[in-house]
């Protein structure tokens, strides 16, 4: 059994940065692939990024493109992302997530994602 832990959240100011990061946990670790997701308030899932575990491609969604990067270490089981020039509308929580079901493509949405974490606060503040 897999367990996530997302850890790094906390409050900036707009334009600041912060770097989260995920760790996994369990005798058996090796997905497809990672993905992040943030959810604001009123508002559901929302993909911001992922990587595929073997090779370390990265996908993001167009809003973070320039500003957010994913990383992994396959060494250590973590994931990180890193935000840069954050805006108010960053505000979410943040979730890692791992997916063990496809093979070909990352999933962009929730479903495609069997274990996830508990979520760490981003607020940006203007």
């Known amino acids: 059994q897999v367990q996530l832990v997302e850890s790094g959240g906390g409050l900036v100011q707009a334009g600041g940065s912060l770097r989260l990061s995920c760790a996994a946990s369990g005798r058996i670790f090796s997905p497809y692939a990672m993905g992040w997701f943030r959810q604001a308030p009123g508002k559901g899932r929302a993909f911001v990024g992922g990587?595929?575990?073997?090779?370390?491609?990265?996908y993001y969604t167009d809003s973070v493109k320039g500003r957010f990067t994913i990383a992994r270490d396959n060494a250590k089981n973590t994931v990180s992302l890193q935000m840069i020039s954050l805006k108010p509308e960053d505000t979410a929580v943040y979730y890692c997530?791992?997916?063990?079901?496809?093979?070909?493509?990352?999933?962009?949405?929730?479903?495609?994602?069997?274990?996830w974490g508990q979520g760490t606060q981003v607020t940006v503040s203007s």
């Open positions: 997530a791992a997916d063990f079901i496809h093979r070909t493509a990352v999933a962009v949405s929730p479903n495609g994602y069997t274990t």
């Open positions: 990587i595929t575990w073997s090779g370390g491609s990265t």
